[in-house]
């Protein structure tokens, strides 16, 4: 086996060499579905200054795979395609995550998107259509669950459809005078899965990373106040838009406010010259389910979560 190096995540430094590993696979894969987009890469990234739970393989400076875990129970990994020896340096990124995961204490409390994976496990999400990465997993011990997450995409070759809103209701991007309410709207949008610590400080560096632009962070504002939101990525050597994240008020959803901010983004995304749209959600997550097939959103994939009782 080639002889890699491995080493901690670094923060900023690092991030540019995620981003380009993660547009180099997302090109091997094209037109399916990929593992991480640049636009993962960051969003999973920018609070982080370096980190324990993000480990990086590098081949001289290159970096050629990388693995997050995200405690307790889950991680995630990509390795490059060029490399000749992937099931080997697989095994290696599937025994780092495994001893991360042993310093977790039993009784963490698991996100409510992932209890059904039970405890004292881990887990990683596969797509069913990637037998390369379910042999690597199962090969190791990992046996495919019932949870569930889903990949959709849509073209972007003809312009979506018009943003429809009642009135007084505008859609636009966000302006740095929001910031603020950006921050809280996105907290009230997700109190549903659980209690967010998303700030204005933390929606500030977000603001200051590679590959977000403000035109693409797009909101609608209701009554004075910010309503839905969604984050558009830009992968513009691939041709690629990814959304992460999407989300609306409770208070204000089924009225259109969601498929308003994915409809002005895309059209924003097919005039920097994108081709195709992509996002995914666990399919316990049956508003967003309902929001991307009513945005002209089609499924691509589905992707099993691979679990092993440690």
Known sequence: ????????????????????LAQRTTASRLPGPTYYHLGDVVWQLYRLDGS????????????????????????????????????????????????RRALVPDDAAVPLAYQSLGTGTLSSPVCDSDAQRIGWLTTHG????????????????????????????IVRH??????????????DAWSVWGTSTFSEEVYRRLRAMPFYEPELD???????????????WADTANGVGYFEPVGTRPSAAGRGFGRAVMRECMRR???RGLRAAIVGTASINAPARALYVSSGFSVVEHEHFYLKQL
């Open 269 to 271: 995304m097919r005039e």
């Open 142 to 169: 990992y046996a495919a669950q019932e949870l569930v997450a889903t990949r959709y995409a849509r073209s972007l070759v003809e312009p979506p459809p018009p943003v429809v809103l009642p009135d007084g209701a």
């Open 218 to 232: 797009i909101v609608v504002e209701a009554g004075g106040a910010l309503v839905s939101y969604c984050i558009g």
């Open 52 to 99: 324990d739970d993000v480990q990086l393989w590098l081949d001289g400076s290159r970096v050629v795979a990388f693995a997050i875990f995200e405690p307790p129970i889950d991680f995630g990994f990509e390795i490059d395609a060029t490399v000749g020896d992937a099931y080997a340096l697989a095994g290696q990124l599937i025994a780092w995550a495994e001893s």
């Open 174 to 187: 966000a302006l740095d005078a929001d910031i603020a309410q950006r921050a809280e709207l996105h907290r």
């Open 1 to 20: 086996m080639q002889r890699y190096t491995t080493r901690p995540y670094r923060g900023a430094s690092d991030l540019d060499a995620l981003i380009s």
